[in-house]
């Protein structure tokens, strides 16, 4: 079974910038499409952003579209979202998600079956 962890998250300021790490337990991680989402306070988890097996596609949700970045090196397990320019609407909890092997990527980062445990990321001053 595919265990990923998040790390990285922690209390932010508004402007500022943090990068999560989610390590995946797999031999092979380039065959995995991987997402980020997060769940703000009351609200349902959002997909924000997620990245193809071999990084030649990624997709963004509009609310972080040119503050976040995502990307992955698949020779250390590991899928990194930056954050930056952040401000109290990014608060949540962050998390990793793969989807099934050699699964295509949607554009709406969905189908994702694989689940970290979260990364709680405040915004505030």
């Known amino acids: 079974q595919l265990q990923l962890v998040e790390t990285g998250g922690g209390l932010a300021q508004p402007g500022g910038s943090l990068t999560l790490s989610c390590e995946a337990s797999?031999?092979?991680?380039?065959?995995?499409?991987i997402g980020w989402f997060r769940q703000a306070p009351g609200k349902a988890r959002e997909g924000i952003s997620c990245?193809?097996?071999?990084?030649?596609?990624?997709h963004y949700a509009d609310s972080v579209k040119g503050r976040f970045t995502i990307s992955r090196d698949n020779a250390k397990n590991t899928v990194y979202l930056q954050l930056n320019i952040l401000n109290p609407e990014d608060t949540g909890v962050y998390f990793c998600?793969?989807?099934?092997?050699?699964?295509?990527?949607?554009?709406?980062?969905?189908?994702?079956?694989?689940w970290g445990q979260g990364a709680p990321v405040p915004v505030s001053e």
């Open positions: 998600a793969a989807a099934a092997p050699f699964r295509e990527l949607s554009s709406s980062c969905s189908q994702f079956i694989y």
């Open positions: 797999v031999f092979t991680l380039d065959s995995y499409s």
């Open positions: 990245i193809s097996g071999g990084s030649s596609m990624t």
